[in-house]
């Protein structure tokens, strides 16, 4: 995807640090303006990852970009023994720590900040790694695939949840209408940082859904490839394999 799209147009910092500033920002209202957004429907999209991620039995899982760690804590349904969940906003990581230890999952949730471009683990480290509504707001794509490529087990699944855009009139018109209009518009009156979900409406605009976002798993490596798109198109879900 482009890097022209950021958060903060006017800022001079790269950006990997506004998606940083950004998610500390909105932090607070996340959760809720998520569940606004979508009208619920993102808990059934986390439900079919955790799904297609059980069906494998993992010991070990890694949720990449795990925000306030709601499929880290969806991810406890598959038995694993070890989830980690990894995010580069604090703010983020701070309020899903508070949602793991009400759980009382937190002797099998560790939540850790990191990079998703730089990971802190071992080569096959992981039987399965997640990725949802993330890999769009990573600086560089192809490094940040290449290091979860690097840290997954061989055979191991990879799956990522991500926007994506309808393809059927007149969904397609709709979802445009909604994206463009209606969301910043969400956004401004449930946080204090507008810039945020005008970002993170273009960011869904511009990124390779679908087969474009397939080719790019092929090339780092992936096989086993998959897309399956959500609710008309506006979501889909990938899965791959080492």
Same mark, same amino acid.
């Given at each position: 995807?482009?890097?022209?799209?950021?958060?903060?147009?006017?800022?001079?910092?790269?950006?990997?640090?506004?998606?940083?500033?950004?998610?500390?920002?909105?932090?607070?209202?996340?959760?809720?303006?998520?569940?606004?957004?979508?009208?619920?429907?993102?808990?059934?999209?986390?439900?079919?990852?955790?799904?297609?991620?059980?069906?494998?039995?993992?010991?070990?899982?890694?949720?990449?970009?795990?925000?306030?760690?709601?499929?880290?804590?969806?991810?406890?349904?598959?038995?694993?023994?070890?989830?980690?969940?990894?995010?580069?906003?604090?703010?983020?990581?701070?309020?899903?720590?508070?949602?793991?230890?009400?759980?009382?999952?937190?002797?099998?949730?560790?939540?850790?900040?990191?990079?998703?471009?730089?990971?802190?683990?071992?080569?096959?480290?992981?039987?399965?790694?997640?990725?949802?509504?993330?890999?769009?707001?990573?600086?560089?794509?192809?490094?940040?695939?290449? /290091?979860?490529?690097?840290?997954?087990?061989? @055979?191991?699944? !990879?799956?990522? =949840? #991500?926007?994506?855009?309808? %393809?059927?009139?007149?969904?397609?018109?709709?979802?445009?209408?909604?994206?463009?209009?209606?969301?910043?518009?969400?956004?401004?009156?449930?946080?204090?940082?507008?810039?945020?979900?005008?970002?993170?409406?273009?960011?869904?605009?511009?990124?390779?859904?679908? /087969?474009?976002?397939?080719?790019?798993?092929? @090339?780092?490596? !992936?096989?086993? =490839? #998959?897309?399956?798109?959500? %609710?008309?198109?506006?979501?889909?879900?990938?899965?791959?394999?080492?």
């Amino acid at each position: 995807m482009s890097k022209n799209v950021r958060p903060y147009k006017d800022s001079k910092l790269g950006k990997k640090a506004q998606v940083t500033k950004m998610f500390d920002t909105i932090s607070g209202s996340y959760d809720k303006l998520n569940r606004v957004i979508s009208l619920g429907i993102d808990i059934k999209w986390r439900n079919r990852v955790v799904r297609l991620i059980g069906a494998s039995k993992p010991e070990s899982i890694l949720d990449i970009a795990t925000g306030t760690g709601d499929l880290a804590i969806a991810m406890a349904n598959t038995g694993a023994k070890k989830i980690i969940g990894l995010d580069i906003s604090t703010g983020m990581l701070e309020v899903g720590k508070n949602k793991i230890v009400q759980k009382n999952l937190d002797d099998t949730i560790t939540m850790i900040v990191g990079d998703s471009e730089n990971l802190p683990f071992e080569d096959d480290s992981f039987d399965a790694i997640t990725v949802a509504f993330g890999v769009r707001n990573f600086e560089n794509l192809e490094k940040g695939l290449s /290091e979860i490529y690097r840290v997954l087990k061989p @055979k191991g699944t !990879f799956a990522v =949840l #991500e926007t994506s855009i309808p %393809t059927k009139t007149p969904f397609k018109q709709g979802y445009r209408l909604y994206s463009r209009f209606v969301l910043p518009v969400i956004g401004k009156l449930f946080s204090k940082d507008r810039s945020a979900y005008r970002y993170l409406s273009e960011s869904a605009s511009v990124f390779p859904y679908g /087969e474009q976002f397939n080719n790019i798993l092929a @090339k780092i490596g !992936f096989i086993a =490839l #998959e897309h399956r798109p959500q %609710t008309l198109g506006v979501a889909t879900i990938y899965v791959a394999s080492k």
